[in-house]
């Protein structure tokens, strides 16, 4: 009877013992996919900043200022674009080895390609320009340091934040990464101290309106603003980082762990730029005060809200244009190579980029029209990398394993559709004078 005790005390040990092993390794799995995901986490991210970048600031400002609520549909549906476009430029490096400009001279006619540099130069041009304003504008409110000198310095922190890419990819990463929680932080304070209607908030996200054609201008010029070409061809680039001969089956899981990034790091902007609008229709909208200058919503928030909201307003836009700063130079020398294979010298570019903006800032020229300007114009532009893309996303030959499934080509070929319908319009507005 002893024995036949000692024996189930055995088998109930034995079970424990399993039990807990069988445990061990469940966390150890788990563990090893946190690790893989980390491990994966980073290129979004320094696209996100994009995302975030000071001509959002302008033209969610102006909506919510001017619109109170009704915009943030806009908001919402650029970054389901943005995610889907993004997804796409992301599987297209993985699956390819290039970036999407070496793809296209690879597919494209030389000529073609050259006009394809023209045009992609024409938008990193317009995107840097709105992040050098950005960032010397953040300087100015926060230290009162002139435009012009804010400017020179502005460019003086780019080229330290760009030179850290000598160390690596990661590095970057981290830095950009840091940045963009400083923008979130920043705009949950502003959220907390703003108290909005949130009801009306839960009706605006999930309704659609125009209620005139300035909204409408508005609306396409948040379009331009969220869902960026400059980074379309550089996602394509980043994530070959994390590239190394990798087989068909390593391919899938890579491009799902960018999945992963990618979902994070876009929603992480919707909420930031949704809160550009909410904060700006619940400060400015509601007490009668429609913001033309970045300079002006600065000044507003302190007597309405308080010394705090504007200090912290100052230091999220600095954040956003430094980091936007430092990507759009990134972006701009994947551009470069990749099309026509040429490569100007970091420091060259930066004095070319800094040109535009510091003309304006000398002759006096409003910040946020010019803000708002260049984010319609980057509108016009985005149907080009949109077309590249999926053009050659939707080849067999090309893709592999990785290429767009029958859905996957018809929603990309109404999001490009719907994109170049946009722009349409915003050129007949334009030349009827009604923009």
Known sequence: MQEGKDIQGEALELNKVGFFKTKDREKSKELNKVKQLIKFLGPAFVVSVAYVDPGNFATNISGGSYFGYELIWVILWSNIIAIFL????AKLGIATGCNLPEMCARVFPRKLNWFFWIISEIGAMATDLAEFLGAALGLYLLFRIPMVYAGLLTGVITYIIC????????????????????????????????????????????????????????????????????VIYLHSHLVLERRKNISDEEKLNHFKMEKVDINIAMNIAFIINAAMV?????????????????????????PLVGYLSSGVFGIALLASGLSSS?????????????????????NIRRLITMAPALLIIAFGINPMKVLVLSQVALSFILPFPMIQMLYIA??????????NRKLTK????IIATMVIILNAVLIYLSFTGAA
Do not use: C
Not at 394 to 403: A, S
Not at 410 to 413: D, E, S
């Open 86 to 89: 993004q997804t796409m430029s």
């Open 163 to 230: 030179y850290m890419e000598k160390y690596g990819q990661k590095t970057i990463e981290i830095i950009i990464s840091v940045l963009v929680a400083v923008i979130s932080v920043a705009y949950i304070i502003e959220l907390f101290l703003a108290k909005p209607d949130w009801a009306q908030i839960g009706m605006h996200t999930a309704v659609p309106m125009l209620s005139n054609r300035d909204a409408l201008l508005i609306a396409v010029g948040m379009l331009g603003a969220t869902v960026m070409p400059h």
């Open 278 to 302: 909410i904060v700006s229709a619940a400060v400015f909208f509601k007490n009668g005060i429609r913001v033309d200058t970045i300079e002006q919503a600065h000044q507003s928030m302190q």
């Open 410 to 413: 018809a929603i990309g070929a």
């Open 326 to 346: 430092a990507v759009g130079t990134i972006a701009g020398q994947t551009i470069m190579k990749g099309f026509v294979n040429m490569s100007i010298p970091i």
């Open 394 to 403: 939707n080849r067999k030959d090309l893709m592999g394993n990785l290429v």
